[in-house]
């Protein structure tokens, strides 16, 4: 006498979506959403891309290594398409859920603009977007749009929601975006989560199986330019601290201590910059948006032998409510104005003192005493 329910298949960005009609900030199309059974007996989940043989998604919550990543809710799924595999023109993704009795199908028609770059200037009015995919592109989570920009839905924070925008080609740029955080999940405290973070990432060029490997969807991130980031330090405070890194392991601190207030708009400026010799110069300044922008930078990074030298930007919330606002892209001229001189040091010795400090660019410098 029991009944059986299909799989329900959510999409979400709908079930027409465009991609490259602005350029390409990663090598990854993403299609995705959520996949439910009321029984509880779903069995898979796969895809196929203009009727090639199907390939098996990893879902959230099914025991897979990317569970707890990417897949961070019961039921998610993530495809990662090779634009490669797409060429040009309009390609049909067909999703199919089975469980012990049943099936069902939900299709996605990709419509692929390729052979377009991202120019700058670039601007994003979100209250002027028709969606977000229209404008930039979605790489994880489920996000609203809202005239006052892009936020994580309610109760769906979790682990790196992503939007990406910007090309491929992309080296010298400053970016300007209005941010506002109103809470964190606790959930994003220890373990593999580390802690809750909102940050943007400059040259960025799509998931990789770098630290940490995974299939459908690949969950490394690395190699990047560098991250700007802010991280939360306790459960119990709202208090962080604002850095810039390459990898974990590799990290500028701001050393003024600065913190942000929840509910309050902050305006980030973050700037990637060619620097002969490096891999990079990579700077981050934030100031409320009431008040007048400080002529220093927060915080400046030299890139490493680990930093990309190209690619897009991403906004990044890892268990945080985050609002980002409209967006403007600037191209800049490396080395462009005076230099700067960061991260001076003195080092006392028994007769004397040794001065260190980094310019951002190659210069001749002085000191008086």
């Not at 990854?28 to 796969?46: A, H, R």
């Not at 377009?116 to 601007?123: A, E, H, Q, S």
Request: glycine share 10%; net charge negative; hydrophobic share 35%.
């Amino acid at each position: 006498g029991a009944t059986n329910a299909a799989p329900k298949i959510d999409v979400w960005y709908g079930d027409d979506q465009p991609f490259g009609q602005n350029g390409d900030p990663q090598k990854w199309v993403n299609i995705l959403g959520n996949v439910s059974d009321s029984d509880g007996n779903l069995e898979k989940l796969e895809y196929s891309l203009n009727g090639k043989p199907p390939v098996k998604l990893n879902v959230g919550g099914d025991g897979h290594r990317g569970d707890g990543l990417r897949l961070y809710r019961q039921g998610d799924f993530n495809i990662d398409l090779d634009w490669a595999d797409l060429v040009d023109g309009r390609k049909t993704v067909v999703l199919s859920a089975t469980d012990t009795l049943s099936a069902t199908e939900s299709t996605v028609t990709v419509n692929y603009d390729a052979g377009n770059t991202w120019t700058l200037p670039y601007t994003i009015n979100w209250n002027a977007a028709g969606s977000i995919q229209d404008v930039a592109q979605v790489v994880d989570g489920d996000w609203d749009l809202s005239a006052a920009g892009v936020t994580p839905k309610e109760n769906q924070t979790g682990y790196d929601r992503i939007v990406a925008l910007g090309d491929l080609t992309w080296t010298d740029f400053e970016l300007t975006v209005p941010v506002t955080v109103n809470g964190y999940d606790t959930n994003g405290f220890g373990g593999r989560y580390v802690v809750p973070a909102i940050g943007i990432v400059m040259r960025w060029e799509g998931h990789t199986t770098t630290p940490d490997l995974c299939a459908q969807p690949l969950c490394g991130y690395l190699p990047v330019g560098a991250t700007s980031w802010y991280a939360f330090e306790s459960k119990s405070s709202e208090v962080g601290q604002f850095s810039i890194w390459d990898k974990p392991s590799n990290k500028v601190l701001d050393a003024s201590k600065l913190t942000l207030n929840w509910g309050q708009t902050y305006n980030w400026k973050v700037r990637s910059e060619s620097l002969p010799g490096t891999k990079g110069l990579f700077k981050m300044k934030v100031w409320p948006a009431s008040a007048t922008e400080p002529t220093d930078w927060l915080v400046t990074m030299q890139g490493t032998n680990s930093s990309l030298q190209n690619g897009s930007v991403l906004l990044l919330s890892h268990f945080v409510d985050v609002t980002f606002g409209d967006i403007t892209v600037l191209p800049v001229t490396p080395g462009e104005g005076p230099p700067e001189i960061t991260n001076w040091k003195v080092i006392p010795e028994p007769n004397g003192a040794t001065i260190r400090w980094l310019t951002d660019e190659p210069a001749t410098s002085r000191v008086d005493y």
